[in-house]
């Protein structure tokens, strides 16, 4: 064991307290030595195991925990409203308005740093294992806070979550570290303010603050009040609570069958509270394994199956996708400057809950995520986790196992599309890159402010498109790309000029588009996907596509009007180039400068190529405005809790200029990840590779012969090529070298009670189909008609074929 005394010891020493706290518990041995093991099974899961603390990276980690130890206990000066003078919670106007969040906020981490305290306290290797000095440290303050502010007579202000979550985790694990050391009465007064502020009805019905990634947390209070007082009842309510999170829900916060995760009923949040439901439920299912409490409903199956399902298709060489982290993309380095968070920050602590939800899944589950963890872990060469300095100890420790075990094989990156309908989100898998895209419908948020937080992501649902590369551009979205990056011009947003105050629209999710045509269709591989684009407050609207292929998206807009009285334009890249931004810059075989700033009207232009990143192609020539610029911003300009210290980067951007305020504006290009100037000049001078077969307001879509694709949006039903749609549709078709066809079609609207649709193709037979298909005509065309897609939820019906 890596703490401060052996697990036996432990039991031993947690046992005899159960009995004398006079708290609610089993009359039996045999039960009050339950609730012992589960506060040892707990210091296990909060201190961490297998790891030396002698050996690095475990080293210096105990060595740094010491050190922001004593900083806090040096700092730590009890007074009227205080603990810490940086962290004043007496709040003069107690309210639910952002000042009051403020006070509520520092309460809740005046708990956290007790935490540190004691886990400074327990674990070896610290300077401070056992120091009686920081035992009394950690008495004096938890009982300071209980006197002054969390306790059973006050009424909470400010944020619900520092009342109900953050601070009672924080000050139940403290309870379990510092068990033995702490008298009963303390204990029972503790339990009594957390019994205060989250009674049994915080989890009486699924709603509201009590869904998804917030319930898990709250049955983690629950779970642990139970067993720091022993109270079977409790803990017993915990488990029986979880039930409402494990099934599949068709709306609002949870888990879908297509893969998504909302929380904040509008908001994709896959990295940020999906990892807070992951760890929590990995926490729960490894505390009550083998006791009396065991989670054995048979609906966590959804949760293991989602590991790969939902989570694992935003991961990408230890990152997570910025588009499936709500408000957190903006929470950079902190105004105190010791927190830091990016992509690669937040996808380390997404691999380990899928490490801790292992231990409770089966063999076969668990063996396999080793795999996918492990190659994850060893590609972030951007980020190495190893290196992660914000990661918990138990999570590290957990990755520095799969990484050590030579057992493991670590499982390389898929080439695979995936398309989430219910919450606008997709992406798509290459051979050396992948790609992320984030939309918004009447179901789904532009972006989700809140808490002064994201104060600039308005437009990040507006057909962004992110993408890196296998080895290279890693980082960027990690190195300051968002409080530096132009907000107008997010790379593959069409979008108005109009100036938006901070957090427009509205806080927690709130502003949704009235659109109802967002999605696509995909056989898995590739993919056509569409969005009814309207602005954020603004008059603009335009019809967006993307088809997604081998090696390429080809990108297409039409129908883009506004009367906002200002500039409307399609950003078809805005690439991070770092602090020295020397990338070169080539168009159609001309190298551009590389001074900063520049900026120059090409007009014409057919293909460009970015050096180190990848290339674009211009079908037919089109006039694009690109410019090098340095950027200044900050992370508090974006979140009011981040540092104002000024970061520089330096971009290369194009972009299509539609004009103040443009009638039935247009634009096209390719995007080449990875790919060479040389390529990149070869598929511009190809003009049979791609065909654009329609860019209109009505219809967009392509024919892309050498791999047999055909993609089209049907905004409007009507003909396009060989192919007609009755009502507005997605169809894909991937033609085969065996004589076979794979049809795909989805009813993006979700409003479709009847469809038919004619591939003017030679067809002899239909070999497999959905239910929703009610009828096939084959033959020198076929004909398919569907009856009601309006319960489908936008998912794709595929349909194969065989051809003449």
């Known amino acids: 064991m890596t703490t401060c005394w052996s697990r036996r010891g432990f039991l031993t020493a947690s046992t005899g307290t159960a009995f004398a706290l006079g708290l609610p518990a089993r009359s039996s041995f045999a039960a009050a030595d339950e609730f012992a093991t589960l506060r040892a099974k707990w210091r296990a899961l909060t201190l961490g195991e297998g790891f030396s603390p002698t050996a690095e990276p475990f080293r210096s980690r105990l060595a740094q925990l010491g050190t922001t130890a004593s900083r806090f206990q040096s700092s730590m000066a009890p007074a009227p409203g205080s603990l810490w003078p940086d962290l004043v919670y007496a709040d003069p106007e107690p309210d639910t308005d952002q000042e009051s969040a403020g006070y ?35 008495r004096t303050g938890l009982d300071h806070l209980h006197a002054e502010v969390y306790n059973d007579t006050q009424t909470f202000y400010g944020n619900w979550y520092n009342w109900q979550i953050g601070a009672p985790q924080a000050l139940l694990d403290v309870c379990v570290l510092m068990f033995d050391e702490l008298s009963a009465a303390q204990i029972a007064g503790y339990l009594a303010a957390v019994d205060h502020f989250v009674p049994d009805s915080a989890v009486g019905s699924y709603s509201g603050n009590s869904t998804g990634a917030n319930r898990v947390d709250l049955c983690r209070v629950l779970a642990l009040r139970g067993v720091v007082g022993s109270n079977a009842a409790k803990i017993a309510l915990a488990r029986d609570a979880l039930s409402p999170v494990f099934p599949y829900v068709t709306s ?52 293991f199956d989602a590991v790969e399902n939902a989570w694992a298709p935003f ?63 060893q590609r972030d060469y951007y980020s190495p986790p ?54 918004a419908d009447r179901r789904i948020t532009y972006y989700e402010t809140g808490g002064g937080e994201n104060l600039h992501g308005w437009h990040t649902g507006s057909g ?6 296998d080895t290279f551009a890693n980082g960027q979205y990690s190195d300051a790309f968002w409080p530096t990056v132009d907000p107008y011009r997010l790379p593959g947003i069409t979008a108005s000029r109009k100036v938006l105050a901070d957090a427009a629209g509205g806080d927690w999710g709130a502003p949704v588009p009235d659109v109802d045509w967002v999605g696509g269709a995909t056989d898995g591989q590739r993919a056509a996907i569409g969005q009814h684009l309207k602005g954020l407050l603004s008059t603009l609207t ?9 090696d390429a998206i080809v990108c297409l807009g039409a129908g883009i009007r506004c009367t906002d009285g200002t500039a409307v334009e399609s950003t078809v890249e805005n690439r991070n180039l770092g602090p020295t931004g020397n990338a070169p810059f080539i168009v159609d075989g001309t190298a551009k400068p590389a001074t900063y700033p520049w900026s120059e009207s090409l007009t014409g232009a057919e293909w460009a190529h970015i050096g180190g990143h990848g290339g674009y192609v ?20 974006i979140n009011t809790g981040g540092s104002t210290a000024v970061l520089n980067r330096k971009y290369l951007t194009m972009y299509v200029d539609h004009g103040t305020d443009p009638a039935n504006a247009t634009y096209a290009y390719v995007l080449l990840p990875g790919a060479s100037s040389a390529q990149t000049a070869a598929r511009a001078a190809d003009t049979t590779w791609l065909t654009v077969l329609a860019n209109t307001d009505d219809q967009q879509g392509i024919g892309v012969p050498p791999l047999g694709f055909t993609g089209v949006n049907f905004w409007s039903g ?32 979700r409003m479709r009670t009847s469809l038919t649709l004619t591939w003017n193709r030679a067809v002899s037979a239909v070999i497999s189909q959905p239910p929703t298909l009610t009828s096939a005509t084959t033959g020198s065309a076929l004909q398919l008609t569907f009856g009601d897609l309006s319960t489908t939820a936008g998912v794709t019906q595929r349909i194969t074929v065989t051809l003449v």
């Open 104 to 138: 509520s906020a520092n309460m809740n981490t005046s708990y956290n740093r007790l935490s540190t305290l004691a886990q400074a306290y327990s674990q070896q290797g610290t300077g401070l294992t056992g120091d009686t000095n920081l035992r009394d440290t950690v």
């Open 252 to 303: 609002g916060d949870g888990l879908y069958t297509d893969g998504s995760f909302i929380q904040h009923t509008t908001v994709p949040y896959t990295g940020t509270y999906g990892m807070v439901l992951l760890r929590g439920l990995g926490m729960l299912f490894a505390l009550l394994a083998s006791s009396s409490w065991e989670i054995t409903d048979p609906n966590r199956q959804i949760v």
């Open 315 to 377: 991961l990408y060489n230890g990152l997570v996708m910025d588009c499936v982290s709500g408000r957190a993309i903006s929470r950079g380095l902190s105004t105190s400057g010791t927190i830091q968070q990016d992509d690669h920050l937040r996808g380390h602590p997404v691999l380990a809950a899928i490490m801790l939800l292992g231990q409770g899944a089966s063999t076969t589950e668990n063996a396999r995520w080793r795999g996918l963890v492990k190659g994850w872990l």
């Open 386 to 439: 190893m290196d992660d300095r914000s990661i918990t100890l138990p999570a590290l420790a957990r990755l520095k196992t799969v990484l050590d075990d030579t057992s493991v094989t670590p499982i390389a990156e898929p080439t695979a599309h995936r398309l989430f309908t219910s919450m606008a989100r997709a992406t798509h898998r290459r051979a050396g890159w992948a790609a992320s895209l984030s939309m």
């Open 464 to 469: 962004m498109l992110y993408w890196w590369g």
């Open 542 to 550: 335009a019809k967006k596509s993307w088809f997604c292929l081998d």
């Open 618 to 637: 211009f079908p037919g020539g089109a006039a694009v405005e690109a410019l090098r610029d340095a950027r200044d911003g900050s992370w508090n300009s």
């Open 718 to 749: 009507g003909t396009v090529g060989a192919l007609v749609a009755s009502d507005p549709c997605c169809v894909m078709i991937s033609e085969r070298s065996d004589g076979t066809a794979v049809i795909c079609v989805s009813d993006p609207t």
